[in-house]
């Protein structure tokens, strides 16, 4: 660990020192890394004790807690800003319907000792104000749909108003900007770090130390993936399935009731049969939208699972072959040290009398 931290502050004094998501995510980083090296060690399984299934759980904790950081930008704030205006819009709304039935029965004037009656023009005064305050938050939401069409701009994308819209109103919406963000986030960290590689070509802990780096980004939107499409087959599609199911329900209950009906319930009828009739288009379309994107998210997932392969490849590569490196200078050191330990010290043998005895010894040492 020692060394990757040493690794994590020349990144964070160097080419990440710029990036403010960096520093939320650098101990997790490093964390997976280390986690990588120690599961590459570790028993397969066992009855006690740490072994890979262990540290894969480990991994992926981290990973979870990753994506929590890694997913969140100006578009997912700017999201979460229009998701409290549409709060705001509906309860303005529903308080503007309120002040109207309230206004039905109101009086058209007041006694002078009636102060808190309410006539008919003070709750138009108050539908008034509530209007303008709708007004204003539209214009608000505009605001921040052209914002975030900046920040896809920015990425690279172009995304109209009409698509914001449709995101931002669709069940799958959220998953989308969530994907949006994550990969943002991770090409500016990867092109950051690969910038640092360049700067510092021969250093090969350097090099392992980012594709280690580079593994997790990428296992990390490989999980990410993999939560928006099991949201998609667990919770989207089922629900998208009950609301099928109980339109149709409803449609031939409509159609029972028209086959019955008196003469003054046709038309209630034939309107519930109009909604219902939408509603099963708009459930199709739905269904198509979801699959659709469920593709294009499978897909996409298909792709990174082969970058994520190769980029493991190299990192096991370099972590092998890093080993095999640090293992034989341990080695070569290991040995210059015993050969040095058995060589004696030089004696001064210059007298002859000194070296003659000294080699007599030597005979009697080995017997002879």
């Not at 020692?2 to 160097?14: I, M, N, R, Y």
């Not at 599961?39 to 990753?66: C, F, N, V, Y």
């Not at 149709?248 to 209630?268: Q, W």
């Amino acid at each position: 660990m020692k060394v990757f931290c040493v690794v994590l502050t020349l990144f964070s004094a160097t080419a990440w020192a710029q990036g403010s998501l960096w520093p939320e995510i650098r101990d997790e980083l490093g964390d997976v890394v280390e986690l990588y090296d120690e599961q590459a060690e570790l028993p397969k399984s066992r009855l006690w004790g740490r072994d890979r299934k262990s540290a894969q759980r480990d991994i992926e904790a981290l990973l979870d807690k990753l994506l929590l950081a890694l997913e969140q930008s100006e578009l997912t704030e700017a999201r979460e800003d229009i998701h409290k205006i549409d709060s705001r819009v509906q309860a303005i709304r529903e308080q503007k319907q309120e002040l109207r039935e309230q206004r039905i029965s109101a009086p058209d004037e007041k006694q002078p000792y009636e102060f808190l009656v309410r006539t008919r023009e003070d709750y138009t005064k108050k539908i008034q104000i509530l209007e303008q305050d709708l007004r204003e938050l539209e214009l608000e939401k505009e605001k921040t749909l052209r914002e975030m069409a900046e920040v896809y701009e920015g990425m690279g994308l172009e995304v109209s108003d009409e698509q914001l819209r449709f995101f931002l109103g669709s069940v799958g919406g959220e998953d989308i900007f969530r994907l949006s963000s994550l990969f943002h986030n991770i090409r500016d960290l990867n092109e950051q770090s690969a910038t640092l590689m360049k700067e510092q070509p021969g250093d090969s802990k350097l090099a392992r130390r980012y594709y280690g780096l580079y593994v997790v980004l990428v296992e990390s939107a490989l999980r990410a993936h993999d939560q928006v499409l099991n949201n998609i087959d667990e919770r989207y599609l089922p629900r998208l399935s009950e609301l099928e199911q109980r339109n149709e329900e409803l449609m031939i209950e409509t159609e029972e009731l028209l086959a019955e009906a008196r003469s003054e319930d046709v038309e209630i009828l034939q309107a519930s049969a109009r909604v219902q009739e939408l509603s099963a288009q708009s459930l199709i379309l739905y269904r198509q939208h979801l699959q659709e994107f469920q593709q294009r998210v499978d897909q996409g997932r298909g792709k990174l699972e082969q970058r994520y392969k190769v980029a493991r490849n190299a990192y096991d590569t370099l972590r092998v072959s890093s080993a095999l490196a640090d293992e034989v200078n341990s080695l070569l050191e290991e040995l210059q040290n015993l050969r040095e330990l058995h060589l004696p010290e030089l004696l001064p043998l210059d007298d002859d009398a000194v070296q003659e005895r000294f080699q007599d010894i030597t005979r009697e040492l080995q017997g002879n």
